[in-house]
């Protein structure tokens, strides 16, 4: 580990800010040393995280971080009994970032953290994990990939059905024009989730630093229907469904039909099934034009889980010689133009739409393993951010469609809405003063 102390000695985090003090070198242990990881948020997806990364050969999870000391000694306790060591817990990310010996940040805090937190892990010459969606709105997505650009570490986005065996395989055969041109897309997401009521404005709980949970975005007082989980419907800190859970199928969509941006974005919708603080649509629709004649369509229903073909979740191909169904894990159908079965690829993985972690554990941990192996050197990123941030960028743009109410005319060369400032205004936000990301 000598020479990676060596480009580390320098590190140093300033106090308040995100801005690091230099572009620092990222992990250059030799292939086969263990890699530490350090994780960020391990309450749900990242308690799940740190025990599946834990399970990798090679790799140690060294360092929890999360301002929520329950969640931090819950994952603690469980992590010790797992590995047999304790890893070293932090409530403040800025510390642990300062760490010498941490390879690599995984992020699965509430998603107003994600890219500034993740540029923040760049700065400081760590590899970064981070969890979809890779950013709040537009703007960061671009910073995160201008950041990317920047600095040595590798950057992954959770979009882990880039490494789902069979997924892959579909997508091979799409391309090879199993059902001719692809030019349609129908994608979609249902669960039955419960009212979140009205919340009252009261204290933290003492086990919380709400000042490190809110961290870059703009204080808000604490309201009891917030955290954990419920921040997931409010626009300040969360993204909703579109981004929540469509992010996944978007990118399956975009791989697919093998297109980057749209050139046009319409969205309706709304909190239709109750009335209370949940802000964003349980209810939507989202339609894209690709600039290669082709289009898809995003349904995602947070409250009423009737399934979609026969699943919670999912993607179906429509082309001019037949059409493919993706139910949303590691299997596929394609059909004829005369709707009949020609082939089927089936996967024995147990998977359940509705588990919130992970609804596919097996096919996940391949995910961790392509960015472990891709910083060894010895495997390539299935996603690089990029990629991410494209997909990213569909649900963010059918959410600024949704919330202004009219359609939007995209640049298909860089995503970015044309003509239409007031849009524009939801491209970026603003942020609490010495937390801007900054690259
Ligand atoms: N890829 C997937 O399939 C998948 C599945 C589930 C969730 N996710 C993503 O993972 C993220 C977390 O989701 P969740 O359901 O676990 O949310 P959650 O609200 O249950 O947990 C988030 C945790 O992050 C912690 N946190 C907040 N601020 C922090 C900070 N400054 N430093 C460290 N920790 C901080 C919270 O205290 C909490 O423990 C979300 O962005 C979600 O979209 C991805």
């Known amino acids: 580990m000598s020479n990676r102390r060596d480009f580390l000695k320098n590190t140093a985090l300033s106090g308040a800010g995100l801005m690091l003090a230099s572009p620092l070198a990222a992990y250059t242990g030799s292939p086969n040393e263990t890699i530490k990881i350090g994780v960020m948020g391990v309450k749900s997806r990242g308690d799940f995280l740190a025990k599946k ?16 000391a329950q969640v931090l000694a819950k994952c603690t306790d469980e992590l010790t009994k797992q ?3 304790s890893p070293q817990g932090f409530s403040d990310i800025r510390k642990m970032l300062e760490l010498k010996d941490l390879d690599a940040l995984v992020i699965a805090a509430p998603d107003h953290w994600h ?13 970064v994990y ?3 969606p890779c950013s ?6 671009e910073l995160l990939v201008a950041a990317s650009n920047k600095h040595k570490g590798l950057i992954q986005m959770g979009n882990q059905r880039r490494n789902y065996t069979n997924v892959q395989e579909m997508i091979k055969q799409l391309h090879k024009g199993v059902i001719g041109r692809a030019y349609f897309a129908r994608a979609w997401y249902v669960n039955a989730r419960k009212s979140i009521g009205k919340g009252n404005v009261v204290n933290p709980p003492a086990h919380l630093n709400f000042d490190l949970w809110q961290g870059p975005a703009p204080r808000r007082n604490y309201q009891d229907n917030l955290v954990h989980y419920n ?4 626009w300040h800190w969360g993204t909703g469904e579109a981004l929540n859970n469509g992010t996944h199928e978007l990118d399956v969509v975009r791989w697919g039909l093998g297109v980057d941006y749209p050139s046009q974005v319409v969205s309706s919708g709304g909190r239709f099934h109750f009335q209370d603080d949940w802000e964003t649509p349980d209810t939507q629709t989202i339609s894209f034009k690709f600039p290669n004649n082709t289009g898809c369509t995003w349904e995602g229903r947070s409250c009423n889980s009737f399934e979609t073909e026969g699943g919670g979740r999912g993607v179906i191909f429509y082309g001019d010689q037949g059409t493919l169904v993706y139910p949303g894990g590691n299997s596929f159908k394609v059909y004829d133009l005369g709707n009949k079965l020609i082939s089927e690829v089936k996967d024995t993985t147990p998977f ?7 609804p596919m554990e097996k096919q996940d941990t391949l995910h961790l393993v392509n960015f472990c192996e891709s910083i060894r050197g010895k495997e390539k990123l299935q996603s690089p951010i990029l990629e991410g941030h494209k997909s990213t960028l569909l649900p963010q743009l059918g959410n600024i469609a949704y919330r202004t109410g ?11 809405i044309l003509n239409d400032k007031e849009a524009m205004k939801l491209w970026g936000r603003t942020y609490e003063k010495g937390w801007e990301p900054l690259v």
């Open 130 to 132: 981070v969890e979809k």
């Open 352 to 358: 359940d739409p509705a588990n919130p972690v992970s």
């Open 231 to 234: 921040w997931h419907w409010f």
């Open 83 to 85: 590995t047999g060591t």
């Open 406 to 416: 009219r359609a939007l005319n995209i640049d298909p060369s860089n995503g970015r």
């Open 136 to 141: 709040h709105n537009p703007r960061e997505g």
């Open 53 to 68: 990364f834990a399970t990798l050969s090679n790799v140690k999870v060294a360092y929890l971080c999360d301002p929520d």
């Open 115 to 127: 890219a500034p937190a993740a540029i923040m892990g760049l700065q400081a010459g760590k590899h």
